[in-house]
């Protein structure tokens, strides 16, 4: 099947002295963007201190960069910031192409992925609590009267005809989550009961822990994907311990830099599984050349959905995809801060046992030292 893909400018706003964040930023949308099956042709950016209130880039420089992009043959232009209320609508008209900004590509990976009735209520809700804003954008557009059944009266216009719609459907979509968030919340307490620890995979997306808990509960119907945000819904499957122990190991939605804050929101029901494990075990990919600053951005999720306190294990993944010098030198800084860390391969299968370990010997301290040598779980 020929895949046919669309073509995109990118642009946005690099601040003096913000190089690096700006290159970072922007790789990271043509990562996104390729996961869309869209393919970037050109880069622009206006340097400015602060943002224009009305067209964020400034009148004239929107114009410039829309002209270059239809001639290059671009259906799309980007923004790698957060546009505002009002700014998309009005760089829309100014490009004379339509613009999606960082939110909304990462909207739009995750409506993507979404197959199960929770993942397509979580990001409808995310996708409403972005557009609410956006509405004031569209001014005369939806500035029309109506009048009729169902109205609050003649003077009514499309607007707020259309504010009220999405806001029903906000409250609607969050009685049906507050449900699944009861229901979760029951079974971690029957959990409790029966003293069964739960350890919760957290980590950047596409850092492989899919696999890697195919590899730890032996299941062979959970095949990782390599691209971002493959998982949206909890995977959780029993592991056993190396001295028989049994735990329940979930596999959640990847965090990324800049997570809008309305996705945070919306996935509150997933995420909470997070905050309520025994043990966090953050899986990094160590082949990441910006894998201190990918741990920063794991580190701040967990302290935004109230899980900074939950004790913490790493799992230094794909060993086999970096030079051993590097390996070394993650884990010596990592246990230099006191982390407990494992390199591993969970593609290859290297590791596993020595994780198996450490999970036990945290989650169950009272029984190291017994049994000897561990044998593979």
């Known amino acids: 099947m020929i895949i046919h893909r669309r073509q995109a400018a990118v642009f946005g706003l690099q601040k003096p002295g913000d190089d690096d ?51 290059m043959g671009a259906t799309l232009l980007v923004c790698v910031d957060d546009l505002g209320p009002g700014q998309r609508v009005e760089l829309q008209k100014l490009m004379k192409l339509e613009v999606w900004d960082w939110p909304l590509v990462i909207m739009k990976i995750f409506d993507s992925r979404a197959h199960t009735a929770e993942a397509k209520l979580q990001v409808e809700l995310a996708r409403a ?38 806001e029903r459907r906000v409250k609607e979509i969050q009685r049906k989550l507050d449900e699944v968030r009861k229901r979760r919340e029951s079974q971690r307490k029957r959990r409790r009961r029966v003293g069964l620890f739960t350890v919760a995979l957290v980590g950047y997306t596409n850092s492989g822990k899919t696999t890697l808990l195919q590899r730890l509960s032996h299941d062979a119907g959970l095949v990782g994907q390599d691209r971002l945000f493959a ?50 075990l953050v899986v990094l990919d160590v082949s990441d050349e910006r894998l201190n600053d990918t741990l920063e951005t794991v ?42 860390v494992v390199p591993l391969s969970a593609k290859e299968g290297w590791g596993q046992d020595e994780l198996l370990r450490l999970l036990e010997r945290v989650l169950f301290p009272e029984r190291e030292g017994e049994g000897g040598t561990c044998s593979e779980a």
């Open 129 to 166: 609590r972005y557009e609410l804003p956006q509405l004031r954008g569209f001014g005369a557009q939806m500035s029309r009267t109506g009048g009729g059944i169902g109205t609050r009266g003649p003077g009514e216009t499309e607007f707020e005809k259309h504010r009220r719609k999405l």
């Open 21 to 71: 964040s700006w290159h970072l930023a922007v790789e990271e949308l043509r990562l996104l963007l390729d996961n869309l099956d869209i393919d970037v042709l050109d880069v622009f950016s206006q340097r400015r201190v602060r943002p224009d209130a009305t067209t964020f880039i400034g009148s004239g420089k929107a114009e410039e960069i829309g002209l270059a992009a239809l001639e």
């Open 299 to 340: 580190e701040s999720t967990l302290e935004a959905i109230e899980a900074a306190s939950v004790p913490v294990v790493i799992a230094l993944n794909k060993v086999d995809k970096a030079e051993a010098s590097s390996v070394e030198r993650h884990l010596m800084r990592l246990r230099g801060r006191g982390d407990q």
């Open 231 to 280: 998982t949206l819904d909890p995977s959780v499957r029993r592991v056993r311990l190396p001295l028989g122990e049994t735990v329940l190991v979930s596999d959640t939605v990847g965090f990324i830099r800049r997570l809008p804050p309305g996705l945070v929101a919306a996935f509150r029901a997933t995420l909470e599984e997070v905050a309520g494990a025994d043990l966090l």
